[in-house]
């Protein structure tokens, strides 16, 4: 293997260098239901494979054609993967094969491989694939055997394939499988799902209708617990936890209830695996008819089928994807004998192995349990992500009249009342993301369930000074996860020179605490307020902020509110504009992201649209680097790759501008390929949020918003709150695997306040990754790679998980 350029460091990191594939053949095959992302793993697994010196092959449907051999199985080359990153479903098909359940089957499976040499496979597909997998390794050596006394190998032959090593990555759009907070194709799923909810919602508002949507999960119900999370869906059904008895006269009374309320239409979600107590199934049907027949409302029933499955990639799935393609063959390269089959899978944003056997226990667990009708225990098997997105459901669904809330008007004299009803503000600060919407609403209604009088502060700190401040009830947030920007109106002023007037309105409107969801304004403003603390005891209140900006530029949180929404913007347009040139001559576009001086959009958006090269400000260059670069993509433009992207941050480097860029690859890349340029401007801060924003946005502010309830509780003493210690200010950000609350004057050292970004940037890991696809020799870290972990070990009972949506 060529090593790499970067000169090696003498320090404890592990570079892959030292794990070479000379000599040794990988597999690559899709097997079971199909699922969008699938190609990026397969794209990953075949480049990273070539990358490391080893003979990959693709095998082409699944299981049936490792049984049939043949041409199905073939060499896969460096180019035999571009351009299908972007594609949905597998290009190298799937089967559900029942050859391979028997015995001679897998004997002519094994027979196949060794006649190429193959001993390492990594097996894309749900957990009845992985299983599969996992016998025939246990059979290998047997069933070796048997092909020698059968005559059809020879001694020498079994013992150069003596080890089978097999590496899963989990491919299904339900996410059913255990040991993994997401698999592949799930938030593709929820992207097709949120876009039939979001125009369904159009047209029931038209009509005054109620829609029963039915979703997939036979077995599993998070995609109809997430999509009715991220619509704010009335009702739904899922198999892991039935309604109770008397659903029915529960569910009627609900829906007229909101009805009764002003709004014009339901949404019921029900999981196609749904069942009630008894184990009975409830049909969307049999939900369309309870409702027509109690309520007489307008009830229209949509299947959305297999549509779910279908589609392009989003973003998420192709950087999961990706990563764990790449992670599959270090997990390969590093197996030994005695290594069990693993999974390779994302924990947070970490990426993790599990012994497969494990996982798929697991799973089976989750089903005994939901047939011996233990559904808490169900729940809890399902892990963290699951039960957090259940409990934040439960938390905003289920809602008193006006008149039986803490806080309504007649219990405003009462004096035990005051102690647990204080008065809380929501504010949006900075520039608008997608998702801040959610945020607020989830807030909102989690602050009323807590007894809390909301007030909800428009036009930022600039409203804050001018008193544009008034109280949202329960109602008023209604249908507002689904819209993009900012509705409670958001400004970049910082409140530095206007204290005095923000502290007055404080204490008119006698606010208790403060919840500021924003960007990098929101974190400097936050900073100005708790260092006014000694001179305006106003400021002596809970102030915690929820990161919210494209440009997931915020010190103490990976990631933020709306950058998902961007990233999907990015990838779409790039596959658009790739595709613009199809059927013309060589084109190469420069593209120009947003995200001030923060690479994260360039980057990781890169990744996901097969970009490159990417020029960010984190990782400067020169010259040389360009003249390298060109050099690097007319050499690839030589061969039958037709298009390049190469992407630029728009603060990346202030004489390397993106003319600058687009002039020296026309000019060095002529009678080769042309170029065009695009700069995406704001199209990628507007749009209706991802369903990961919606998700991330309503989970992170609920817990923002019940860590206030805990810290008002603690600093409530004589009659009145008050709060000054460091831990009163705080942003909640998600680090690594869980959401963590860290004091904001203890950020102040990991910020680079000049540029606007954190001193230390996690997806910086993923640069070599990109590069590594991209056909550049570079020096790869894995010592961050995921070390094999077990199951219970994944989800310590202490900390919240992930931001798993």
Known sequence: MAGA?????????????????????????????????????VRAAVRMGIYVGAKVYFIHEGYQ???????????AKWES????????????????????????????????????????????????????????????????????QQGLIDEEATQRNSELHIVGMVGSIDNDFCGTDMTIGTDSALHRIIEVVDAIMTTAQSHQRTFVLEVMGRHCGYLALV??????????????MPPEDGWEDNMCQKLSEIRSRGSRLNIIIVAEGATDRQGQHITSDFVKDLVVRRLGFD?????????QRGGTPSAFDRILASRMGVEAVLALLEASANTPACVVSLVGNQAVRLPLMECV?????????????????????????????????????????????PNGEEEAGDEEQIDSSFNVAVMNVGAPAAGMNAAVRSAVRVGITEGHKMFAVNDGFEGFYKGQIKEIKWGDVGGWTGQGGSLLGTKRTLPGKHLDKIAEQMRIHNINALLVVGGFEAYVGLLELAAARDKYEEFCVPMVMVPATVSNNIPGSDLSIGSDTALNAIT?????IKQSASGTKRRVFII???????????????????ADTVYIYEEPFDIRDLQANVEHLTEKMKTSIQRGLVLRNENCNENFTTDFIYQLYSEEGRGVFDCRKNILGHMQQGGAPSPFDRNFGTKIAAKAMQWITRTLKESYKGGRVFANSEDTACLLGMRRRTLVFQPVVQLRDETDFVHRIPKEQWWLKLRPLMKILAKYKTSYDVSDSGQLEHVTRVRPKDSNTSTAI
């Not at 054609?65 to 060499?75: R, S």
């Open 81 to 148: 993967v571009s351009s299908m990153l972007q594609v949905g479903g597998t290009v190298i098909g799937s089967a559900r094969c029942k050859d391979f359940r028997t015995h001679e089957g897998r004997l002519k499976a094994a027979h196949n491989l060794v006649q190429r040499d193959i001993t390492n496979l990594c097996v894309i597909g749900g957990d009845g694939s992985l299983t599969g997998a996992n016998l025939f390794r246990e059979e290998w050596s047997s069933l070796l055997e048997e092909l020698l």
């Open 361 to 405: 226990q697991m799973t089976q667990e989750v089903q005994k349990a939901m047939d011996e009708k233990k559904f808490d225990e169900a729940v809890r098997l399902r892990g963290r992500s699951f039960e957090n997105n259940l409990s934040t459901y439960r938390l905003l669904s289920f809602r008193k009249a006006d008149s039986e809330l």
């Open 227 to 240: 999509s009715a999370l991220a619509c704010g869906a009335d009702w739904v059904f899922i198999p892991e």
């Open 299 to 307: 009830t229209r029933v949509t299947i959305l089928g297999h549509v």
């Open 65 to 75: 054609g490792m049984v049939d051999g043949g041409d199905n199985i073939k060499e």
């Open 572 to 576: 779409d347009t790039c596959d658009r």
């Open 5 to 41: 350029s970067a000169p090696k460091r003498q320090d404890t990191r592990k570079f892959f260098e030292n794990l070479s594939g000379a000599g040794k053949s990988i597999a690559v095959l899709t097997s079971g239901g199909d699922a969008q992302g699938m190609n990026a793993a």
């Open 592 to 610: 120009e992201t947003m995200g001030g001086y923060c690479g994260y959009l360039a980057t990781v958006g890169g990744l996901a649209a097969g």
